[in-house]
């Protein structure tokens, strides 16, 4: 029998609360970070209306940022008339992840992907809330090999991934879920500047028709 009394109802509202000003504080730091937000989504922009490409990958929670973010530049995040820009999510082809971890390993799931689609100044962007995912760390790896970037939204001190970041974003924060909270409003700001962009470059322009 489960012995464990639950939170008396004061104390499950403080435990909310708790959360919600957790977040709040989090995502409100992040405008000490801004002028790097803002070269993130200055090469991301550059990139795709240059022509070249953007991938994207995380494990679990990460996964579905990586993939919220590739889909939002395929289709639309605001602006129904600017032309689909090319992002492809890593995390996002079932057979290619099962195909890779069976013949290799999980750890090289991302990075052969990477070996197979990524070009000259495309860009690798990585979702980690702990910077230490070895998958995404050979995916950078690999990523650099090609002559590409690496952007990262990070977490915990941004572990090794860090230092094999182009640019970087590190979450202040040790607990996951405001991590991914965060990185989720920073996607969002890389988006707003995007269709921004493109409005500026003018709908009638090859980059944005």
């Not at 977040?23 to 795709?48: C, F, G, H, K, T």
């Amino acid at each position: 029998m489960n012995t464990t009394s639950p939170l008396a109802p004061p104390a499950m509202r403080q435990l909310l609360l708790d959360c919600i000003r957790d977040s709040s504080r989090i995502i409100a730091a992040l405008e000490n970070q801004l002028p790097v937000i803002e070269q993130i989504a200055a090469a991301i922009s550059e990139a795709l209306l240059g022509g070249h490409k953007l991938l994207t990958a995380g494990n679990g929670g990460s996964a579905a940022e990586a993939m919220h973010l590739a889909q939002e530049i395929t289709g639309k995040y605001s602006r129904p008339d600017r032309r689909a820009l090319p992002a492809i999510c890593l995390a996002s082809d079932g057979t290619a992840l099962t195909c890779i971890g069976n013949d290799w390993d999980f750890a090289t799931v991302f990075a052969r992907q990477v070996q197979a689609l990524a070009a000259p100044h495309d860009i690798l962007v990585i979702f980690s809330s702990s910077g230490q995912s070895q998958n995404l760390i050979r995916a950078t790896r690999a990523m650099r090999q090609a002559q590409g970037r690496v952007i990262g939204l990070l977490g915990k001190g941004g572990g090794e991934n860090l230092n094999l970041c182009d640019l970087a974003v590190v979450v202040p924060s040790q607990r996951t879920a405001p991590i991914q909270e965060a990185h989720q409003v920073i996607l969002h700001l890389i988006l707003e500047y995007l269709e921004a962009r493109c409005a500026a470059t003018g709908s009638d322009t090859p980059s944005c028709s």
